[in-house]
């Protein structure tokens, strides 16, 4: 059974910083895709940033580019999104996600939800202005 976890979200003043954790157990995160979504009050979730299996390749969304950086750390066997100079816009559930159950390809990130199959339970952030 796989599991992911997230952790690290809070609040925090504009401006500020957090860095997101996902782990895993019951499988190498190193081996797939992964992705970090977000979902505001009232909108629909969208991806903030993606990664490749091999980690050569990252993807962010405009509105998070320069700000937002995702990263492998194998060793701990988790995918980390360090989030800089905060916004009150950064607000709501971050997701991180994994695709392990289907074929990928080893330099394609994905950006879209149904690309993914592996999901966590989410971690709160709100930037308070």
């Known amino acids: 059974q796989v599991q992911l976890v997230e952790s690290g979200g809070g609040l925090v003043q504009a401006g500020g910083s957090l860095r997101l954790s996902c782990a895993a157990s019951?499988?190498?995160?190193?081996?797939?895709?992964m992705g970090w979504f977000r979902q505001a009050p009232g909108k629909e979730r969208e991806c903030v940033a993606a990664i490749t299996w091999s980690g050569a390749n990252t993807y962010y969304a405009d509105s998070v580019k320069g700000r937002f950086t995702i990263s492998r750390d194998n060793a701990k066997n988790t995918v980390l999104l360090q989030m800089n100079s905060l916004k009150p816009e950064d607000t709501g559930v971050y997701y991180c996600?994994?695709?392990?159950?289907?074929?990928?390809?080893?330099?394609?990130?994905?950006?879209?939800?149904?690309?993914?199959?592996?999901w966590g339970q989410g971690t709160q952030v709100t930037v308070s202005s």
């Open positions: 996600a994994a695709r392990m159950g289907a074929l990928f390809s080893v330099t394609s990130y994905y950006t879209r939800g149904y690309e993914y199959d592996y």
């Open positions: 019951g499988r190498t995160l190193s081996r797939y895709p």
